[in-house]
């Protein structure tokens, strides 16, 4: 590949990384770890692991009492043990082999380009597997295009939800978003009134029971709000922001917690939930309704299911603000 300093996105080919650099912006892809394993904008590191894409959300009681989660306990499974098996890489829209030690001894220190592309296979440890990509688009601003695409099976239990999901170090102040008001989902949109709001820190619904919670449907964008680090070095308390958003043409669901559904799903009482100490912003392209008819057994509507069998695809931006 040629080299020019006339491009704006900078290569770093490490041995078992793929780190991508611009004005204000420093970005690490690993191999090893199969994913985006650092994500600094401003000096500001927001990842505290690598985004995996996510198939579970926390049981509620209408799942117990219609015995959903037992039914769909593989992707819980898949949730914790999802793996990378494969590892691609664009440079200008051309394919190029992956540039691990020792093929990355051919490239200099001084590669630029206009955009890269990174693509992510991950296997699910369902039976059957069925596979999942997700892409990962850089240019020289900065701004992350990413696309992720479940790939559909037949003979597998229908999907709790399918996102992607991103551990941020610090617990964030607050969010914002361009949505509906309130918690919604799929089958509990109706009472949503269009617009900008604002919510203070990371609220958990205090359920004597924790379970699913904190859902935003319809979506346009989300913006993360922190003022602190995990860097010694940083002892500054100014805020700083990150903003997911919809591609044109698209909406979004996410949830802004201070835990992971597995977190919540492992709590009996909320007094046994850990302390607040990260963020945990999942975004999705399919969630299950939450049902509520009859708490009791009575299933979620049909319309509200996540059928196994069919392909999801959804795509975001991630910007620095």
């Not at 991508?20 to 985006?36: A, H």
């Not at 049902?291 to 009575?298: E, F, M, P, T």
């Amino acid at each position: 590949m040629p080299s020019t300093s006339t491009k704006a996105l900078q290569i770093i080919y490490g041995d078992a990384t793929l780190g991508l650099r611009g004005t204000d912006f420093n970005y690490i892809f690993s191999y090893e770890r199969g994913g985006l394993e650092s994500l600094v904008q401003h000096g500001k590191e927001w990842l505290y692991r690598v985004p995996k894409p996510t198939f579970w959300r926390a049981t509620t009681d209408n799942d117990r009492g219609n015995h959903f989660s037992e039914q769909a306990a593989q992707w819980l499974a898949t949730d914790v043990f999802l793996k990378c098996i494969k590892v691609a890489i664009k440079v200008d829209d051309l394919p190029i082999e992956l540039p691990i030690s020792p093929v990355n001894n051919q490239y200099t220190d001084h590669e630029f380009a206009d955009h890269v592309t990174i693509r992510f296979t991950y296997e699910t440890t369902t039976v059957p597997a069925t596979t999942v990509n997700v892409d990962y688009q850089v240019d020289g601003t900065g701004a992350i295009k990413v696309q992720a695409h479940y790939y559909g099976m037949t003979s597998l239990p229908e999907l709790p939800a399918f996102g992607l999901r991103f551990i941020m170090p610090t617990p964030a102040t607050g969010f914002d978003y361009q949505g509906l008001s309130g918690e919604t989902y799929p089958d509990r949109m109706a009472g949503g009134i269009p617009g900008k709001y604002h919510v203070d820190g990371l609220p958990v619904t205090k359920y004597l029971v924790p379970q699913e919670c904190g859902m935003h449907m319809a979506t346009d964008w989300v913006t993360v709000t922190r003022n602190q680090t995990l860097n010694n070095a940083d002892p500054s308390h100014d805020d700083f922001q990150l903003t997911f958003s919809a591609l044109p043409k698209q909406q979004l669901a996410f949830s802004c917690l201070p835990y992971t559904a597995e977190e919540l799903e492992n709590a009996t009482h909320i007094e046994e939930l850990p302390p607040l100490r990260r963020t945990v912003l999942t975004l999705y392209g399919a969630v299950r309704g939450v049902g509520g008819i009859d708490s009791w057994g009575a299933d979620v509507e049909e319309q509200y299911h996540i059928p196994s069998h069919r392909d999801i695809t959804f795509g975001f931006e991630i910007k620095g603000v």
